[in-house]
């Protein structure tokens, strides 16, 4: 995508370019290098910024917290579900059993 934007810009410079006079063309030349310049100029700027470096320091912290309080939840959640599983068992394992004495019994007394 951004290579693409690139190169229409590149080619939207060089149709206005060709349709202009020597000296446009060299105006324009100078001008587009001019703010390639700038951009990059700005851009380094940005890139060393402390205020940008602290931002990007608190992002990456943010995200590691992030990461292990999803972490934490899932473990709990795991915890809590095999848990719940355990209880289903028990009870399930406790009713059989008291299905099976009442069948004993009915059979006994029949």
Known sequence: MRATSLALAVLAVAAAMSACSQSDRSDMSSDARDAAHSASTEAAKVASDADMKRTEADLKHLG???AQDVRKGAAEAKAA???????AQRA????GERQDQNDQSSSSSS
């Open 64 to 66: 590691h917290v992030a």
């Open 92 to 95: 399930a394992h406790k009713a």
């Open 81 to 87: 579900t095999n848990s719940m599983v355990s209880d």
